[in-house]
């Protein structure tokens, strides 16, 4: 059974940091691409960060050099380390795993929620 566990979601104050995890299990984790999406209220739901497989990383240009993915294949966990939080990274945040080969393999979590305010 493929699960999909996020951690670390809260309170922040402006300016603040948070290290989410997302702990994966019943699937080949270092086989797949792993991602960080967040959803707004009244937003659709948007790329993050990527770790692809083969160890590429990218990122949205609005988080940039103050969000970090990560990923520990042996634990079959992935982090995103969080700094200079603004009020506009409030969001539910989704952890995301994804397979293509003959066929799409994709997987979610049930996401943290970050509130970013003073």
């Known amino acids: 059974q493929v699960q999909l566990a996020e951690s670390g979601g809260g309170l922040v104050q402006p300016g603040g940091s948070l290290r989410l995890s997302c702990t994966a299990s019943g699937f080949p984790f270092s086989m797949y691409d792993m991602s960080w999406y967040r959803q707004a209220p009244g937003k659709e739901r948007e790329l993050v960060a990527r770790?692809?497989?083969?160890?590429?990383?990218s990122y949205a240009d609005s988080v940039k050099g103050r969000f970090t993915i990560s990923r520990d294949n042996a634990k079959n966990t992935l982090y995103l380390q969080m700094n200079s939080l603004k009020p506009e990274d409030t969001a539910q945040y989704y952890c995301n795993a994804r397979k293509t080969t003959s066929r799409e393999y994709v997987y979610w979590g049930q996401g943290t929620q970050v509130t970013v305010s003073s």
């Open positions: 770790s692809k497989s083969r160890g590429s990383l």
